[in-house]
């Protein structure tokens, strides 16, 4: 099995072109599966459907959130169908099992004023706050994931006509950006990035101090700090900022199909949820302007 999981791995990989963190969630569902397999004794081409039902059981009873769950069934599945497609195996024991429900919780979001307060939080007094108010500007006015972020090169922003474009999830989009977050991102790569990069072939649009490519996780410590200077009592990480842009968007009058356009949503109802986030003003605007409201 394990050389099967490594073709299926590749096929996603250079086939599918997924992205890095999604290959790495479907290796550790299919590796997790594989392991439950073999201290049950059992080959993978000759699960059944019980068999799968008491892997999910098993998945409850560690304590995992209905979400992985659901998750963990989507990645098995998606292994047993393409070892169909390569006749690999006869059968695909997970066809008529049912993927627990996951409750779709409300985002996290921050007001107008909080996203205000943390904006104002990095000075240019220095390389560092100059690139941090750029970054913080430019994930607020495009909604983009961090993973996206921080795989931007310098070449996918277009300055002059103000926009960015985003290769993530293997399709891609071209954002607007403000204002207020071309300026800001303006002052670091006119005044900063080239002093940051040691080495003049980086190609990283946001590098941290010693020059390099920014990670994740510097990025969620570089949330975090101004979330502490701004006092702000809510949990902060890049994704509220992303739920935010497309909260206020959604409360500022732009149409849903544009929105799941720059977040990169391929199904429209995972765009819907911010509807609960409407403002009484857009509501009373409908009253008086629909004619069967």
Known sequence: MEKQIK??????????????????SYE????????????KKLNYTKV?????????????????????ISRGL?????FYQYELRTKKTKKDPTADVQSPKVEKKAPSILSSQEIELL???????????????????????????????????VEDVNLDEAYVVCNGNSR?????????????????IQNARDILIKDSSEKALFVNTNGRRLTRQGFWKIIKYYKEQAHITKDITPHVLRHSFATHLLQNGADLKSIQTMLGHSDISSTQVYMQFQDDSI???????HPRA
Do not use: C, W
């Not at 891609?172 to 670091?188: D, F, M, N, V």
């Not at 509501?283 to 302007?289: G, L, Q, R, T």
């Open 28 to 39: 550790r569902d299919i590796m997790q599966f594989h392991r439950y397999l073999e201290s």
């Open 119 to 153: 904006l104002d939080q990095p000075k240019n007094v220095d390389l560092k706050g100059i690139r941090d108010k750029a970054m913080l500007e430019f994930a607020y006015a495009t909604g983009m994931r961090v993973t996206e972020i921080i795989s931007l090169n």
């Open 283 to 289: 509501k009373n605007i409908y009253k008086k302007a």
């Open 48 to 68: 059944t459907q019980d068999d799968i039902k008491e892997y999910l059981e098993y998945l409850g009873n560690e304590g995992k959130k209905t979400s992985s």
């Open 7 to 24: 073709n299926f791995l590749e096929f996603l990989e250079f086939d599918k072109k997924l992205s890095n963190n999604t290959l790495q």
């Open 172 to 188: 891609q989009r071209t954002i607007p950006l403000g204002t207020l977050s071309l300026k800001a991102l303006k002052e670091y």
């Open 74 to 78: 989507a990645s098995i599945r998606s």
